[in-house]
């Protein structure tokens, strides 16, 4: 009796630890929200909205213009997905569908250990390998470029498209593939037209976890991106220098003086950041619930 | 990062709060933070001086100018380096803050101009330094070098160099001149970055302190104007004041210094702390002729 009611006050102890953790989460979710748009908006009361859509960005002597930023972050995180992509997606289809057990095993951990890469060391890599090799193979000015920042970006990006895509690829029903062989589909074939159109909410999911994971990266842009905050040509746009809003906020927050128009500009620019997330994360949420209600319909 | 630095300072410094006591073993803390440019040269001063004063413990970090001086009114360190005199706005805010900065001139850098030693160009004047900075030349040939483009590098906003720079070569020293860089002028976050580049890109011009300067870059020799002399950096001729890109390096307290603050403060403009000022590449107090006494601000 006294020790199932032991047990009882246990299990209750711990279910409430349990819930209290949940709602924490939440409440410092909503906590650093309000901390950045407290820091952040009234910037606007001072400076009017339209100095910041100016395409120059010197804030110690006034100039706001964001622009450049947005654009940076966008070309690099572009170039980013555009090489992860194929080569994510590919990974995840040799890992789920064509390799043995074998290589499966050795690859699946290999590219778990590829996300746990510090971005510093893969900054390194890119300002003593990678970039000077850019700018000797395609003859550039300099190798600091978008295109530097995009190529280790998509690195960083491989793990989280190839785990997600990989997950849905294994999610989609062995029955469909055994159908497909026996109308007599090939393997690319069955591949092509029948697990990957059933796992494309999962992929699109994977799409989306990589540009959140690449935009919000720092460390590494702002070592090998170059930090020029003008908008490139079209031409020119993957081999010019650019800055990114994430490298903007990390290598001038230590300087500026707390509460002034450009430390408030810069907490700015992290709410549009944490929108860029938060449209991102809602989209993943969205594509990934529609395929549970699809495979709910399959059930039954 | 630098949040992080920050954190730990302003957790570290707390500890230093704690009143000394008189038993001879106690301990001192001094918190010093601030410009990149000195990190190197504040190390070995703060090496050499716990060398000798084991009771006292000095920490070091970089940052910026910038950060440093806002971390001082911030009450997170206790000495605040400085590559370029504090802003009348800093001094406001340390003032409102109800501290009353003090400042010490503790060593003169100088600013090499650097470039690949690829690069055929030599020497340049200032006019053409800065014509270069604010976008007006494009290519190495119209400076009697290859048909290369140029890259301009600088170090990032927040560094005491780039604000510097900015006012004694982009703008020539002109207080009413508003030009910035141009917009393309790569900004690194550190002087190894500018050094590392320039020594891979024939292409590339950069700026960074004489102290930071590497056998693998060429220094450019500089004139203050067409058909003056060229001069390269050195001690002697930051000291006989014909190099035009030279500053004082700083130090801020918050308030007139006392304890050991004040040692460590008199130590630094003492021969020996000034030999390794000489050692980093720097330029001494000594030669160059600044007295090491406080320079009280109004």
């Known amino acids: 009796m006294l020790a199932a009611k032991r047990q009882n006050l246990t299990e209750l102890a711990i279910t409430r630890l349990i819930q209290l953790a949940g709602y924490l989460s939440i409440l410092f979710v909503g906590l650093i929200c309000i901390f950045l748009l ?3 908006l009234p910037v606007l009361f001072d400076v009017p909205l339209v100095r910041f859509l100016q395409t120059t960005w010197y804030p110690i002597e006034g100039y706001y213009g964001i622009l450049p930023l947005l654009a ?162 079209f031409l020119k746009v993957f081999v010019s220098p ?21 430390y408030q500009t810069l907490f700015l620019i992290g709410i549009v950041l944490f929108l860029f997330s938060l449209i991102i994360n809602i989209i993943a949420v969205t594509v990934s619930s529609r395929r549970l209600k699809r495979s709910e319909r399959l059930l039954s | 990062m630098f949040l992080i630095m920050l954190l730990l300072a302003a957790c570290s410094s707390q500890k230093a709060e704690v009143p000394l006591e008189p038993a001879p073993r106690a301990s001192a803390y001094i918190q010093i933070s601030g410009s990149d440019t000195m990190v190197n040269l504040a190390l070995a001063w703060a090496e050499r001086y716990q060398q000798e004063h084991p009771d006292v413990r000095i920490s070091v970090t970089g940052g910026g100018s910038g950060s440093g001086i806002s971390a001082l009114i911030n009450g997170t360190v206790d000495i605040a380096n400085a590559s370029r005199a504090i802003k009348e706005e800093e001094l406001q805010k340390a003032q409102q803050a109800g501290y009353n900065p003090q400042e010490f001139i503790v060593a003169r850098d100088a600013i090499a101009i650097i470039v690949n030693p690829q690069n055929p160009v030599t020497q340049l004047t200032m006019q053409q330094i800065s014509a270069i900075y604010r976008g007006e030349i494009n290519n190495w040939k119209e400076l009697g070098g290859e048909d290369r483009p140029i890259v301009r590098l600088s170090r990032e906003t927040n560094s005491g160099t780039h604000v510097y720079f900015l006012e004694t070569v982009v703008r020539l ?118 007295s090491g006494k406080t320079a009280k601000l109004d």
């Open chain 1, 38 to 40: 407290k820091e952040g």
């Open chain 1, 72 to 233: 940076g972050s966008l070309i690099v995180t572009f170039g980013a997905i555009l090489i992860a992509l194929p080569l994510g997606l590919g990974t995840a289809i040799f890992i789920s569908e064509v390799a043995p057990n074998w290589a499966k095993e050795v690859l699946k951990p290999l590219v778990e250990l590829l996300a746990g890469m510090p971005s510093v060391v893969l900054g390194f890599i890119g300002i003593l390998v990678l970039s000077p090799y850019l700018r000797r193979l395609l003859d550039l000015p300099t190798g600091l470029t978008a295109l530097t920042g995009s190529l280790l970006l998509g690195w960083v990006a491989i793990p989280t498209i190839v785990s997600v895509a990989e997950d849905a690829l294994n999610n989609v029903p062995p029955s469909y593939r055994q159908a497909a062989w026996a109308l007599g589909a090939t393997q690319w074939q069955t591949i092509w037209g029948i697990t990957l159109p059933a796992a494309r909410s999962g992929v699109l999911t994977a799409i989306m976890l990589a540009v959140g994971r690449v935009i919000g990266e720092t460390m590494a842009v702002m070592m090998v991106t170059g930090n020029a905050p003008y908008i490139p040509s």
């Open chain 1, 242 to 262: 650019i800055r990114t809003m994430t490298a903007t906020i990390a290598s001038e927050m230590g300087e500026v003086a707390k509460g002034s128009a450009h």
């Open chain 2, 173 to 290: 020293g002109n207080p009413k001149d508003k030009t910035i860089f141009s917009p393309d002028t790569l900004l690194l976050p550190s002087s190894e970055g500018i050094i590392a580049e320039v020594r891979d890109n024939p292409n590339a011009i950069g700026y960074d302190g004489l102290g930071y300067v590497v056998p693998e870059v060429k220094v450019i020799a500089i004139a203050r104007g067409r058909g003056e002399p060229f001069v390269l950096p050195s001690t002697e001729t930051v000291n006989n004041r014909s190099y035009p890109i030279a500053r004082d390096l700083y130090m801020y307290t918050r308030e007139q210094p006392k304890g050991v603050i004040k040692d460590y403060l008199d130590w630094i403009v003492s021969r020996e702390a000034q030999e390794i000022v000489v050692r980093l590449g720097f330029v001494s107090l000594e030669q160059s002729g600044v």
